[in-house]
């Protein structure tokens, strides 16, 4: 009987181990997908803000040529 009580442990462990593999993969692969995400978010803030200060080259408050 103890022995296997200890077999089931064993096998109880592994799949704590492997679950726990497969917790931490997930946790990685979001991070670097937030990480990725905010610096996007960055760049858009940034662009955004260029805009509003008129700062794009394109969009000036020129006369247009026919007038």
Request: glycine fraction near 2%.
């Amino acid at each position: 009987m103890p022995t296997n009580n200890l077999e089931e442990l064993e096998m109880r462990m592994a799949y704590i181990d492997d679950t726990l593999n497969q917790l931490s993969d997930t946790i990685y692969a979001q991070a670097r997908a937030l990480d990725r995400l905010t610096l996007r978010c960055e760049q858009l803030e940034s662009r955004i803000s260029s805009l509003s200060e008129g700062g794009d080259a394109n969009e000036t408050d020129e006369t247009p040529p026919h007038y």
